[in-house]
């Protein structure tokens, strides 16, 4: 059974998880949506400033005029990330085509804002012309960014095959021939972006951003944000780790924007003076989420594991593992531990390894939906923050606690599977050791 279920995962699944996630869209999407995570980690640190969880400092702000010169930072930053996303995307999936990708990703900038509003509207109902509203450069944008992006750098990428392009004489610098190069390309992208804002301004009373966020985008956010979105994620990131495979990249790449336009969301409502509460419409499942909960010290929430072998091996492999591996858990890397214990591929070690982080995400998931715990802000801390300070610094003590209760918990599920394999090893050393003799 257990070589059948190999071949099936060796033969079948994994390779087609691999070919899905190497396709060009993916790839573009997964590269191309980092470069929205300096601008969000950047943003965090004035943003945790502005809303440092001790009341006489945030005060102290207040009273010093400083509040609003820090929420100037955050709308720089994350409330443009759509704007990044579309760059990002088009730029990476040009790029990867092997041709110029700055043109492609500017290009894909001017379609995404012919595609929205150029108006907003203020606190008294007024409508103010010539402007971009950041309603939908932020995180309400980034599906809308995520597809023009492909689109815009798929159509582009085959306008360069064709070669259906102004060519430059020989000896022109190549700045000016690859702006030339891009006319053709670009004219056809933003007349094609002009008529879809007449179609849906003229017949669906709407801009195309506007009708992705309601028809596409809210559901998938309904669906990430759930517990069996949870479920999801833990038993496919754990179970590809299992094989070797880094089920973490695969998963956050494709979930990130999603995860990214919570975060948004949630700060949308801290920005707006409302409490930031499940009623108030608050996602529980955000980047944070992953990081400061299911993934805490990595995959699988192996630290637990790792004190096991630190305080409690018998074993000499498994005590030298835990002294090894401790440092780097501590600061949520571990895969010294995933492949030196080894996890991959041990059978004994499956069950802890799955469970534990789906134990904790359903926990979390329903302390954080019953208010015990604050949702996240869009407060960001680098994934190296350890634990307990990471949840401080997300959201004070109450979360601090959280990770704390998290990390007790990963001790205690791992505990009577490792003390098993221990002892397997254990029994395996004196025998070494007595033929040696």
């Known amino acids: 059974m257990k070589d059948k279920i190999n071949k099936i995962m060796n033969e079948i699944i994994i390779p087609n998880m691999m070919k899905f996630v190497n396709i060009k869209p993916i790839v573009a999407l997964k590269d191309g949506i980092l470069f929205t995570l300096p601008l969000l980690m950047i943003g965090s640190i004035f943003l945790l400033i502005a809303n440092f969880p001790y009341a006489p400092f945030t005060e102290f702000l207040s ?17 443009i990330i759509a704007l990044v996303a579309v760059i990002g995307v088009t730029y990476c999936y040009v790029k990867n085509e092997g041709y110029e990708p700055m043109s492609a990703g500017f290009i894909a900038f001017a379609v995404f804002l012919i595609t929205t509003n150029s108006y907003a509207t203020n606190a008294d109902g007024a409508i103010v012309e010539n402007v971009i509203s950041k309603e939908w450069t932020s995180g309400q ?21 064709k070669e259906i392009t102004i060519k430059m004489p020989e000896g022109v610098p190549s700045s000016v021939a690859n702006s030339f190069a891009s006319l053709i390309p670009g004219a056809f992208l933003i007349t094609g972006a002009l008529i879809i804002y007449i179609f849906f301004k003229n017949v669906m009373d709407t ?23 949870v479920i999801a994620y833990c038993l496919i990131a754990t179970i590809l780790w299992w094989f070797g495979v ?33 009623q108030n419409g608050a996602h529980i499942v955000t980047d944070q989420f992953t990081s400061a909960y299911i993934n805490l010290t990595g995959t699988g929430i192996t630290l637990g594991l790792v004190i096991y072998m630190v305080f409690f091996a018998k074993c000499q492999q498994f005590k030298q593992m835990g002294k090894l591996a401790l ?29 534990t982080p789906t134990v904790v995400g359903v926990l979390m998931y329903l302390v954080v939906g019953s ?6 802000s869009g407060v960001v ?15 004070g003590w109450k979360m601090a606690l959280s990770q704390a209760v998290i990390l ?10 490792v003390r098993k394999v221990d002892l397997i090893n254990l029994e395996k050393e004196k025998e070494n050791a007595n033929a040696l003799q």
Do not use: R
């Not at 009273?63 to 409330?79: C, I, R, Y």
């Not at 979930?255 to 930031?276: C, E, H, R």
């Not at 994934?383 to 959201?395: D, M, V």
């Open 63 to 79: 009273d010093k005029g400083l509040t609003a010169p820090l929420a100037q930072v955050n709308g720089a930053t994350f409330s």
């Open 141 to 161: 944008g980034m599906i809308t960014a995520i597809i023009i992006g492909l689109v815009v750098g798929s159509i582009y990428s085959w306008f360069m095959k």
């Open 207 to 229: 801009t195309m951003v506007e009708f992705i966020y309601k028809i596409i985008q809210t559901p998938l956010q309904g669906m990430t944000d759930s517990i069996y979105g």
């Open 246 to 278: 880094h089920g973490g990249t695969i998963v956050t790449g494709i979930m990130l924007p999603i995860l990214l336009s919570n975060i948004s969301t949630n700060q949308a409502i801290v920005d707006s003076g409302n409490a930031l509460t499940i």
């Open 327 to 355: 440092i780097p858990g501590i600061f949520n890397i571990n895969e010294p531990v995933i492949f030196g214990t080894p996890i991959v591929m041990n059978p004994f070690l499956l069950a802890p390894f799955v469970l």
């Open 371 to 376: 208010g015990l715990v604050p949702p996240f």
């Open 381 to 395: 801390v680098p994934w190296t923050c350890p634990a307990i300070i990471s949840g401080f610094l997300l959201g």
């Open 408 to 417: 007790v918990i990963s001790f205690c599920i791992y505990f009577p599977f």
